[in-house]
């Protein structure tokens, strides 16, 4: 028995020493994010003078007014826009990829591969090699210097992701419920409504999540296909603003701030159910 004891035990301190590095190196990935988002935080309730004169200090006099500023000096209308576009994007990848993910894993048909191949065919291809000939078809669809542009453009690039987590998780379930509700007279719109849906919140939240992060932060696109200063996004907005606030650092500081807060909260709301969409709705072997 000693000696088993002592056979186990360098294993054992390994796995602990791995635990603790990983610890660390988790630890320490939160605090290279987290150290400048405070700051930039902190930051933009000081006075532009205090900001290099007092780096890292807390603001003698809290400067609420920065954020009363920005919010009149443009943000407002840029928050709007991306929250329109956001919300927008989000609800149509999602609409559109419970369909065709329904379909793809409830009903058998001659060329099923074929078509799930081809879902996923839109990961294989950058955004950015697009962008001329997206360009002329936008001009071709009357839908340049439209937010519509943005949406259809954001939700096409992020069709391929949303399909294949949910098509995973919807393959997963088991069709006696769809059976038992064909019975009872259940057409297939209320069966993904009423039983696909509900089972699998972790995964269309996930797909959310990933959506609303890209839709909100994407930047090239919302720079060539909008160029009214009235429909531009955070992202581009955040640029003009920087132009016009050279000066006011804790005013842009502020406006900053304010472009983070929405999408931070979404992922602290959704980050248990994005969590659980993600281990449960993945690619399997």
Same mark, same amino acid.
């Given at each position: 028995?000693?000696?088993?004891?002592?056979?186990?035990?360098?294993?054992?301190?390994?796995?602990?020493?791995?635990?603790?590095?990983?610890?660390?190196?988790?630890?320490?990935?939160?605090?290279?994010?987290?150290?400048?988002?405070?700051?930039?935080?902190?930051?933009?309730?000081?006075?532009?003078?205090?900001?290099?004169?007092?780096?890292?200090?807390?603001?003698?006099?809290?400067?609420?007014?920065?954020?009363?500023?920005?919010?009149?000096?443009?943000?407002?209308?840029?928050?709007?826009?991306?929250?329109?576009?956001?919300?927008?994007?989000?609800?149509?990848?999602?609409?559109?990829?419970?369909?065709?993910?329904?379909? /793809?894993?409830?009903?058998?048909?001659?060329?099923?591969?074929?078509?799930?191949?081809?879902?996923?065919?839109?990961?294989?291809?950058?955004?950015?090699?697009?962008?001329?000939?997206?360009?002329?078809?936008?001009?071709?669809?009357?839908?340049?210097?439209?937010?519509?542009?943005?949406?259809? /453009?954001?939700?096409?690039?992020?069709?391929?992701?949303?399909?294949?987590?949910?098509?995973?998780?919807?393959?997963?379930?088991?069709?006696?419920?769809?059976?038992?509700?064909?019975?009872?007279?259940?057409?297939?719109?209320?069966?993904?409504?009423? /039983?696909?849906?509900?089972?699998?919140?972790?995964?269309?939240?996930?797909?959310?999540?990933?959506?609303?992060?890209?839709?909100?932060?994407?930047?090239?696109?919302?720079?060539?296909?909008?160029?009214?200063?009235?429909?531009?996004? /955070?992202?581009?907005?955040?640029?003009?603003?920087?132009?016009?606030?050279?000066?006011?650092?804790?005013?842009?500081?502020?406006?900053?701030?304010?472009?983070?807060?929405?999408?931070?909260?979404?992922?602290?709301?959704?980050?248990?159910?994005?969590?659980?969409?993600?281990?449960?709705?993945?690619?399997?072997?």
């Amino acid at each position: 028995m000693e000696r088993k004891h002592r056979a186990r035990r360098p294993g054992t301190l390994a796995g602990r020493a791995g635990g603790w590095a990983g610890l660390a190196a988790a630890w320490l990935y939160f605090f290279i994010i987290a150290v400048p988002l405070l700051w930039m935080a902190v930051s933009s309730f000081k006075t532009t003078n205090e900001i290099f004169n007092n780096i890292w200090g807390l603001p003698e006099q809290w400067q609420f007014q920065n954020y009363v500023q920005a919010w009149n000096s443009g943000i407002s209308r840029y928050f709007v826009n991306s929250v329109f576009t956001t919300v927008c994007t989000v609800l149509l990848t999602l609409l559109v990829c419970a369909l065709y993910a329904y379909s /793809i894993a409830v009903y058998d048909f001659k060329g099923k591969r074929a078509f799930f191949l081809l879902a996923l065919a839109g990961m294989l291809f950058s955004p950015i090699v697009s962008i001329i000939p997206l360009y002329q078809e936008v001009q071709t669809l009357h839908l340049y210097n439209t937010l519509w542009a943005l949406i259809l /453009i954001y939700a096409a690039y992020q069709m391929a992701m949303s399909f294949l987590v949910i098509h995973n998780f919807f393959a997963d379930i088991d069709k006696a419920y769809l059976d038992a509700a064909r019975i009872d007279g259940c057409t297939d719109g209320r069966a993904l409504w009423n /039983i696909y849906i509900p089972m699998s919140q972790p995964v269309f939240l996930t797909s959310a999540v990933l959506t609303g992060f890209y839709a909100w932060n994407e930047f090239t696109f919302a720079l060539v296909f909008v160029k009214k200063d009235a429909l531009k996004t /955070i992202p581009v907005g955040l640029l003009a603003f920087q132009g016009e606030m050279h000066a006011e650092w804790a005013v842009l500081l502020a406006g900053l701030t304010i472009s983070a807060i929405p999408i931070i909260l979404f992922y602290i709301f959704c980050q248990k159910y994005f969590i659980a969409g993600l281990s449960s709705g993945g690619v399997k072997g």
